[in-house]
């Protein structure tokens, strides 16, 4: 997100934009030049920083892909929505608000990101580590949004099935925004097509 809190001192806003600068050169250099050309050197040169402060930003090169800053944005939304919405719900509108509030050069910079990892095998493969990390992030927001009460094996295989309905979108390249929802939308909904179909072929072997 653009804008910086003005609760933040000088010392918090200054590490946010370098944090920022260096991103945003990795990147150039990245579509100029190809990910694995592009050494952690040249990106900290293009972003006046020392490889080492480059390093306390992003612990490794593929990290400067990988993370994904609207994680935590997403998901104080999710645990903030009207605690009588069902978890799903309040998911997809949480997803809905974030979104919107995206500049439209914040959105082309995610479009940018994604097709990044989608295209390159390397980070294709480590995004799956980072799949991982998101359903513990999101098993704790659900755990937050609940109250601490629900069970914590229940509570990770609903994060793994929504997880898994967002990975349901992909086909070789980043899924659209209107995609993710729908997805959600799915479950929400209990399938109802294959609940359908399914239905039909019980009462025709009947």
């Known amino acids: 997100m653009s804008a910086e809190p003005e609760t933040l001192g000088l010392r918090e806003r200054k590490k946010i934009r ?17 990910y694995a050309e592009t050494t952690v050197e040249q990106i900290a040169e293009a972003a006046e920083v020392s490889p080492s402060t480059l390093f306390r930003y992003f612990p490794s090169k593929e990290r400067l892909v990988l993370t994904d800053d609207l994680d935590p944005v997403l998901l104080t939304s999710f ?81 793994g099935a929504l997880a898994g309905a967002v990975l349901g979108t992909v086909r070789g390249e980043p899924p ?14 209990g399938f109802p097509l294959v609940r359908a179909i399914e239905a039909a072929r019980t009462s025709g072997s009947a």
Request: proline share 4%.
């Open 176 to 189: 659209r925004i209107s995609e993710l929802l729908r997805a959600i939308e799915v479950l929400e909904s």
């Open 79 to 159: 645990v903030d929505q009207p605690a009588d919405l069902p978890l799903l719900t309040a998911f997809r509108r949480s997803i809905e608000s974030v979104f919107l509030r995206l500049s439209p050069e914040e959105r082309e910079q995610e479009e940018r990101r994604q097709r990044l990892i989608y295209s390159v095998p390397e980070l294709r493969a480590a995004q799956m580590d980072e799949l991982l990390r998101t359903i513990d992030l999101l098993g704790q927001a659900v755990t937050d949004r609940l109250g601490g009460d629900a069970d914590p094996f229940e509570v990770r295989v609903f994060a």
């Open 18 to 34: 370098t944090r920022a600068t260096i991103r945003e050169h990795a990147m150039r250099l990245f579509a100029e030049q190809g």
